[in-house]
């Protein structure tokens, strides 16, 4: 019986930490840029006195790869990433990958987040124009040209989540294998004057929200349940009532 309990309590622990991702992506359903996180949960089997005994672990968690929709704002320093990539900013907390791609220029020319975060370019360096050399546009491969010249490359990294990884503000990660600039693919690029929304679908998340939220109460009660009959037994085989 006690075998049962601990069954109940890792689906209990399993449960916890995915209506935890579910609410964070509702949450952020309409944040630029963000991507949903999604748990991975595996069986876990323990050897009970000669009796296989499965559990389930507590989860890996992983970004969802789907794209977000582009909506168009026409703006000069808005940019979507077009496939599997990130832009680099630097932030607090370090070099940090975000797909949220609303810049703007500082007075002193530092193309930045709307948070004041320095934009970087390929080589983890920050990002300068001269917003009096006339209108910014962009090339595919992320450059940066004003008067038909080059004068400027926002970087485009690709993030390998393998290693992990942690959350940094609403759309931001931090990997724990440093990002390489993408080179030589044709599926990355960068669109300007267009934004990528959430990558999150509202309502099936909270579909599934509600779901789990149902399984873990299910198995409290069982939980609870079984506790009762424990104690009851126990009350029994002691000879009181």
């Known amino acids: 019986m006690q075998t049962g ?5 890792s689906s209990q622990i399993a449960l916890d930490r995915r209506m935890a991702t579910l609410a964070d992506n509702v949450a952020n ?3 630029v840029g963000f991507r949903a996180t999604e748990v991975k949960f595996n069986q876990v089997v323990s050897d009970q006195k000669n009796a296989d005994v499965a559990f389930v672990s507590q989860g890996d968690e992983f970004l969802s790869t789907r794209n977000g929709g582009l909506t168009q704002t026409s ?3 808005d940019f979507a ?5 990130w832009f680099q900013v630097e ?3 370090g070099p940090t990958l975000t797909r949220d791609g ?3 220029l500082t007075d002193a020319g530092d193309l930045v987040t709307l948070n004041g975060y ?7 360096g920050p990002i300068q124009i001269d917003a009096n050399a006339g209108s910014i546009t962009l090339s595919a491969d992320g450059q940066l040209n004003q008067n038909g010249r080059p004068v400027a490359a926002l970087g485009i990294f690709e993030a390998d989540l393998s290693g992990g990884f942690v959350r940094a503000g609403n759309s931001g990660i931090i990997t724990t294998i440093p990002p390489q600039p993408v080179t030589d693919r044709v599926d990355a690029g960068v669109a300007q004057g267009y934004v990528e929304e959430s ?3 509202a309502i099936a998340e909270m579909t599934q929200l509600i779901q789990v939220t149902r399984a873990f109460e299910n198995i409290a009660a069982l939980t609870r349940s079984s506790e009762d009959s424990m104690s009851e037994a126990v009350r029994t085989l002691g000879g009181s009532k």
């Open 75 to 77: 703006g000069p320093l």
């Open 5 to 9: 309990l601990y069954v109940s309590l």
């Open 81 to 85: 990433i077009r496939g599997e990539a």
């Open 118 to 124: 320095p934009v970087l370019d390929p080589g983890g």
């Open 29 to 31: 359903s309409t944040t």
């Open 91 to 93: 932030t607090p907390s």
């Open 102 to 104: 609303r810049f703007t």
């Open 199 to 201: 990558n999150v679908n």
